[in-house]
């Protein structure tokens, strides 16, 4: 038989929560490499600028997200007597 164990959530969802804030970062990068170099176009482009900023706010916002998402919601409060 098989003897894995079943996948961690929890350990999934850190992994997803690294992912979005390295993807918002990656994009932020080449959004600034578009805007401020050579490299991409002559000159450097100004489409650059928002691809820079969608990338901070993924990067910034998308984990705060997540962790909202799945947050286990709170027991209710035993009723009082």
């Known amino acids: 038989m098989s003897s894995r164990k079943p996948p961690d959530p929890a350990r999934n969802r850190f992994f997803l929560i690294q992912l979005?804030?390295?993807?918002?970062?990656?994009i932020a990068l080449l959004?600034?490499?578009l805007w401020?170099?050579?490299?991409?176009?002559?000159?450097?482009s100004i489409i650059g600028f928002p691809i820079a900023l969608i990338g901070l706010v993924i990067s910034f916002w998308a984990p705060l997200h997540l962790v909202r998402?799945?947050?286990?919601?709170?027991?209710?409060?035993?009723?009082?007597?």
């Open 20 to 26: 979005a804030r390295i993807g918002g970062t990656v």
């Open 31 to 33: 959004g600034l490499l």
């Open 36 to 44: 401020q170099s050579d490299r991409i176009v002559a000159g450097g």
């Open 69 to 81: 998402k799945w947050r286990t919601p709170p027991e209710p409060a035993p009723p009082e007597a």
